[in-house]
Each structure stands twice: as structure tokens, then as C-alpha cells.
């Protein structure tokens, strides 16, 4: 959600902020803004929905100042409109922020008392505020920044910016991320290393109750306390990608078709394809000496957390407990000391993901982390990181990053079957060479465009839709309907195939469609007699299935989607792509936003 670019320059930086914030576009927004000082005065210029309307407003009015705060806003408090588009302003000080403060009610309340008048619905102008009240009370603007992050309760990153200093934002970080980027007599702050990645590759990441000064050649970064502290610096990753749609419409257009690549290296990173074994990792526990494995996750991380827990336990014979993170993080599980835990996360800065992680941490579990972002708060704070290598992922609905997920989880269910003894080196070399057949599967998947094009034409007719599956296919149904709903806005839900006589079934009529994901597997007849009480009722049912499955289902359907033949374990990788490819064009013909749907954000940050 989010996202935040500060420059302390010696040119003109409100069209580089832009064009930095085009770069976080993926994250999520509805409102952006840019402010900066030139003369020693604060200017501002803000827009409701996309950059293209804040562009068009500094074409009319520009702004000049070699030094800049800006911002795209995801709402939480107040409408997506111009009034509460960041940065927000109060008495010569200038703030935006990501994030959300927990006592911002008390706090306006306390300022209303002391007589500042709000002019939006944003818990962010308390803040500015705050800052303001204690330079108007004497402080320098450093330690009013200081004294008004210590009040605050929540998650938040900050870049503050002062009337009358063009050498001075104050960055902080509390959850959401912010990393401060080095340069030749100038400055920077971002959300991201991609967002920075066009000014500088040297990143110091900000952790937890850090807060920056930042002047042009220099940075202090001090402790909540006031105590001052130094942080790595780092070469980041983030500018060895580029970041456009290539000859794609999409960027999620672009991410489906660049996964049998990224599959490929991700499985490369964990497997030795040439011996068929597994490359020796560094792992802080060993899978033979556990007893359990906690995962935890959000969105499609979760889901691809849950197949993971069928390849564990079948393969590993390793009893897993998984759990949506913002549920995990308040129950209050008890943990084993002798289990692992292994958190998923595309960016690594889930806030619910986190809170698990630390929860875990606190109960002396070790974690690993199986992230997209190398560089992340959850990798950082993780004893071992598991790397996805899908490199950004764009679009806010997750396809390549869920294909990866799997083929990290896979390769590591493997590596726990091993250390168990639960598979003989013959079938541990025979699992390798399927793993290695995954790619080639998904490129010939890929080909089937035109096919799951024309169904999704059929699709984009309908209101509601069900996906059904069993086994590794029942999360790849909530998969596929958490996909749908995202970006086509038509209301789907996943279910486990045999869970349709205990409700489901009540819906199931000529105006329903269902989506069976159903490879002949040992249970595909069970499904099959699923799918017959489906037709029984009307019901219009799409089959993705292989050549087998398709000879021998006696159900008529609209349309049979045939997939290559492919072993159990990478099923769920191959099967992934059809899914998506079939939300992908149902939202072009319903003629969504497919790569920043309405109220998502590609980044939650906050719970």
C-alpha cells in the first residue's frame, strides 16, 4: 500500500518524484500528491486517482525546489479524494506517511483543545500537527519530529519536511518500510529499493523505531530514544530490473508469461538438476530433529502455504500447522520448542506476517522465511531466507510469486523428505527430475491462450462463480476464485469438491458456473461424481483436467481445458497458470483495472 519518495537534490525534484512513484504504482493507490520548498516556501500539488492526474496538474501549475516529499495514498481514514491526499500541511511543516496511527482520535481530540483545526478526514494531518505544535512551542525541527514520533501509537513511515530548510527531511519507520538511498551531494528516502532505483543502488534499510535526518551529504539515524545508531549499507537489488510491460497489456499479462523462466531459477537455486539431488542448504534446524512445522501467511502466500502442508506431510511424513497470519498472530498458539516455522511473503513486509514471525521469535522457534524481497524486514528478521527469484512482480494480484512460492516449498518438502528418510534416494532423484519438468510444463500451458480466452468471454457474463478441488486442488480453487474476485470484481469462492453436498450445492443453478480443477489423480472419480451433481442441477461446468481426465469424465461440460500430463508433485504448479490466465482475460473483457483493481494494494503494511 503506500508509497513514499523524498529528495534532498540539486535539481528540480518534483518530476523525479513522479516518475519515482510510477515505480511503486503496483502497490496500490487512489489519490497522489508531491510537495516541495523553493524559496524557503512550502508548495503543493495533489490529485484524486491515478499519477496521469497529478502530472496534468504540475503541467498547469508547476512546481520548482530542489527538495521533495511525495506520495501515493491507499485510503484507510477519510474518502480517496484531494482533501486528504498527502502530503499534508500544518504551519511550515510538510508530512506524508504510510501506514496507520492507532491514537490518532485521541490525539486530534488533544490538538482540537489546543486549538488546530483539521482540514481533512486523515489520521496522517495529526502528525503534521504534532511536529508543528512543539516547533511552535521552541524546538528545532529535528527534536519536534523527535518528541511527536514518541506520542504516536501504530504503524507508520514518515518523511517530514520543514518551511525555510531546503537541506532537511526527517524520515522514520515503524512497520511499514523505508529505506534511505545514497547519493553525490543528494539524498533520498523510499518505501523501496525500486522506487530509488534510477538515483542509486547504495540502500541503508531503516529498521524498527529508527528515524533519519537527512541533508544532502549526510545521514544520522538515531533510535527512539534518541540514541544514535548505524545501519548497513547495501547494494540493492532493485535496480538490475527494469520495470515496464515489454509488448504485454499488463503487467500481469507480462508476469504469467515470465514464469516457466523464473520457475526454472527459482527451482535451480534448490535443486541440482545434473546429479537429481537437492543443493545442500543452511538451514538453523535440521527437518530429521523436528517434530512439527508451524507456516504462516496472508492472501495467496497462504494458499501456496497450504499446498506446501500437503507436500510436507505426504512426502516428509511432517505434521504442519498452518495459518492466515492475522489470525495466527492473536490466538495464541503453543508452540513446540522442538518445531520450525517458515513465513511466506512476496514482499516481505506483510505487517500480520511480521507479528507472527515476532510472536514465533518470542516462543524460541527458528524461522525461515521464504521471500521475493532479499532485502525485506521479514528476511532480515528470519534465521534462514529461502529466496524466491520471480523478481518484481508488478501487478497487486500475485501470479508469478504464487508459482514460485510452490516451487520453493516443493524443493523444500523434498529436502524434508530426505533428511526424515521418508523417500529412498531413487525416488528423491525421481522427484528432482519432475521438479525440473515444471517449466517446460508451464510453457506448453502458456499456448493454450486462445482457448482460455474464449471461455473467459463466457465468463465475464456471470455475477457469481465456484471453483471446486480436491487435495492440492482444493487451495488452488480458492486460489483461482481469490484470483477472479480480485481483479474481474465477480464474486467467486473456492471450495474442497466434497464439501458441495454441505452447502454449496444450494447455489447451483443454469446462471452458475463451476470450475472443476480435477488432473486423473487417484481421487479424480470422486470428483467426477461431484461434477455430475452439478450438471444434475443445471450447473455449467468448466473442466480443467489432462488427456486422461478428459477421456474418461462422462460429464458434459462448456468448455475442457486439457493440460499436459504431469506428476503429482509439480500438478499444482502447471495447474496454477490456467487459473490465472482465465481471471486475466475475464477482467480484460469486463474491462478492469487488471494490474491495480479497486481498493487492493500490492503491499499490506499495515494490519
Not at 89 to 97: D, K, L, T
Not at 387 to 412: D, N, R, Y
Request: overall charge negative.
Amino acid at each position: 500500500m503506500c508509497g513514499i519518495v523524498a529528495i534532498v537534490g540539486h535539481t528540480p525534484v518534483a518530476p523525479l518524484i513522479v516518475d519515482a512513484l510510477k515505480r511503486l504504482e503496483y502497490r496500490g493507490y487512489d489519490s497522489a500528491g508531491v510537495a516541495t520548498i523553493e524559496r524557503g516556501e512550502l508548495g503543493r500539488r495533489r490529485a484524486e486517482g491515478k499519477l496521469v492526474n497529478l502530472e496534468r496538474r504540475l503541467q498547469d501549475e508547476p512546481l520548482a525546489g530542489t527538495i521533495g516529499i511525495g506520495h501515493t495514498r491507499w485510503a484507510t481514514h477519510g474518502v480517496p479524494n484531494e482533501t486528504n491526499a498527502h502530503p499534508h500541511f500544518s504551519n511550515g511543516v510538510a508530512i506524508v506517511h504510510n501506514g496507520i496511527i492507532e491514537n490518532f482520535a485521541e490525539l486530534r481530540d488533544e490538538l482540537k483543545k489546543d486549538g488546530y483545526e483539521f482540514a481533512s478526514q486523515t489520521d496522517t494531518e495529526v502528525v503534521a500537527h504534532l511536529v508543528s505544535r512543539e516547533v511552535a512551542r521552541g524546538a528545532s525541527p529535528t527534536e519536534a519530529a523527535h518528541r511527536a514520533l514518541k506520542r504516536l501509537q501504530g504503524a507508520f513511515a514518515l518523511a517530514i519536511m520543514f518551511k525555510g530548510d531546503e537541506d532537511l527531511i526527517v524520515g522514520a519507520r515503524n512497520g511499514p518500510p523505508l529505506a534511505v538511498g545514497h547519493g553525490e551531494g543528494e539524498m533520498f528516502l523510499g518505501s523501496d529499493a525500486i522506487a530509488l532505483a534510477p538515483f542509486t543502488n547504495a540502500i541503508t534499510y531503516l529498521e524498527d523505531g529508527d528515524w533519519a535526518v537527512v541533508r544532502r551529504n549526510e545521514v544520522a539515524i538515531y533510535d527512539i530514544d534518541g540514541n544514535k545508531v548505524e545501519r548497513k549499507r547495501q547494494q540493492s537489488l532493485g535496480t538490475s530490473y527494469m520495470v515496464d510491460k515489454g509488448n504485454h497489456r499488463h503487467f500481469m499479462e507480462k508476469e504469467i508469461h515470465e514464469q516457466p523462466e523464473v520457475i526454472s531459477h527459482t527451482l535451480a537455486h534448490y535443486l541440482d538438476f545434473a546429479n537429481g539431488t537437492s543443493k545442500p542448504l543452511d538451514l538453523p534446524f535440521d527437518f530429521a530433529r523436528i517434530d512439527r512445522l508451524a507456516i504462516s501467511a496472508c492472501g495467496t502466500a497462504y494458499l501456496s502455504g497450504l499446498i506446501g502442508k500437503y507436500w510436507f506431510e505426504r512426502f516428509a511424513r511432517l505434521p504442519v500447522d498452518i495459518d492466515i497470519a492475522s489470525e495466527f498472530r492473536y490466538r495464541e498458539m503453543p508452540l513446540s520448542k522442538n518445531a520450525a516455522a517458515l513465513f511466506i511473503s512476496q514482499s516481505g513486509e506483510t505487517a500480520d506476517t511480521l507479528a507472527s514471525l515476532r510472536y514465533c521469535r518470542s516462543q524460541g522457534l527458528l524461522i525461515g522465511a521464504v521471500v521475493n524481497v532479499r532485502e525485506s524486514t521479514i528476511a532480515r528478521e528470519s534465521d534462514v531466507t529461502l529466496p524466491t527469484l520471480a523478481g518484481p512482480e508488478i501487478g497487486v494480484a500475485s501470479t508469478k510469486a504464487f508459482t514460485c512460492q510452490l516451487s520453493v516449498l516443493a524443493s523444500l518438502a523434498l529436502k524434508a523428505a530426505e533428511a526424515r528418510g521418508t523417500v529412498s534416494a531413487a525416488e528423491a532423484k525421481a522427484m528432482v527430475r519432475q521438479l525440473a519438468e515444471a517449466p517446460r510444463f508451464a510453457s506448453q500451458v502458456l499456448k493454450l491462450d486462445a482457448q482460455i480466452e474464449k471461455v473467459a468471454r463466457e465468463l465475464s457474463h456471470y455475477k457469481h462463480v465456484l471453483y471446486l478441488g480436491r487435495d492440492t486442488n482444493f487451495p488452488l480453487a480458492m486460489e483461482g476464485a481469490l484470483k477472479l474476485k480480485e481483479i474481474s470484481y465477480i464474486h467467486a469462492e473456492g471450495y474442497a469438491a466434497g464439501e458441495l453436498k454441505h452447502g454449496p450445492i444450494a447455489l447451483i443453478d443454469e446462471n452458475m458456473p463451476v470450475i472443476v480443477i480435477a488432473p486423473h489423480d487417484r481421487i479424480f472419480e470422486k470428483t467426477v461424481s461431484n461434477m455430475q451433481e452439478v450438471a444434475a442441477r443445471g450447473g455449467k461446468i468448466i473442466l480443467i483436467t489432462d488427456a486422461k481426465g478428459a477421456a474418461h469424465s462422462t460429464v458434459n461440460t462448456l468448455e475442457t481445458i486439457v493440460l499436459p500430463d504431469v506428476p503429482e508433485i509439480i500438478a499444482p504448479i502447471v495447474y496454477a497458470l490456467p487459473i490465472q490466465m482465465l481471471a486475466y482475460f475475464t477482467a480484460v473483457f469486463m474491462g478492469t483495472d487488471v494490474d491495480q483493481p479497486r481498493n487492493l494494494a500490492k503491499s499490506v503494511t499495515v494490519e
